[in-house]
């Protein structure tokens, strides 16, 4: 395996945080990029070394795969994992709390794009792996925002595949199903605190309830199922477009094509 040097954002923790420590164990030069720099500090002994990023702060992106280019003169692939979920009512959740999920969902993927591709063209190589979510592909009940952000990484990696492929430039899409992280935990507290007094806080706090407890149970897959799909995409020689894989995730995807939409919606209604 040919050792690659690999940023990886949103690395403190979960999915990011298992990705840093099994593509270091691999072999490969791990920088991990994170807001909270001392979660990632226990994966040091590994030769992953944490980055201060915010992919909010324009400054902090530049600063970080600056201090990588400086460190190594490459950057091989770039895993863009940071993201959070607000979940609650299209009416409910604040304009100011859906902007910042999108852009950290979407306009900070997009940016730490752009300041990579200009290394990876002149090096005629590299990979960038989005991830999405199924999210990307149906649409459950209260995550109205969140689905916004990820149908939006889907359209963005697709359009990106195009253009950077003359350029031996390959994009791939991680699409996992429901993976047991604090993602979900959070997504659930964020549809009980947007919900509070109003004519959606029944059905919101029996939802969040539901969530919490197929977060927290054993049903669901584990990070590292995700972490192996990335491991396989940046290892391939031929990296497939898209990984989908966890619970639920070829199920959901199927049952949105082929249902009618009110058929779904009644279950989507049904569901929690």
Partial sequence: MVSKVILITGASSGIGFNTAKMLAEQGHKVYGAARRVENIEPLSPLGVTAIRMDVTDQASMEAGVKAVIEAEGRIDVLINNAGYGY?????????????RQIEVNVFGLAALTKLVIP???????????????????????????YHVS???VEALSDALRIELKPFGIDVCIIEPGAIKTDWGIIAADHLVESSRGTAYEKTAD???DTMRKAYTGNFI??????????????????????????????????????LPDRWWDAMMRGLF
Wanted: a positive charge.
């Fill in 119 to 145: 290394y990876m063209r002149v090096q005629r190589s590299g990979r960038i792996i989005n991830i999405a979510s199924v999210a990307g592909k149906t649409v459950f009940q209260f995550g109205g925002w």
């Fill in 87 to 99: 979940f609650g009512a299209i009416e409910n959740v604040a304009m100011e709390d859906a902007r």
């Fill in 221 to 258: 897959s584990s990070p590292q199922v995700i972490s192996r799909a990335i491991s396989r995409a940046v290892n391939s020689s031929k990296p497939k477009t898209r990984y989908r894989t966890g619970f639920g995730s070829h199920t959901a995807v199927l049952a949105h094509h082929i």
């Fill in 206 to 208: 029996e939802q969040a």
């Fill in 150 to 152: 990820k149908y939006s």
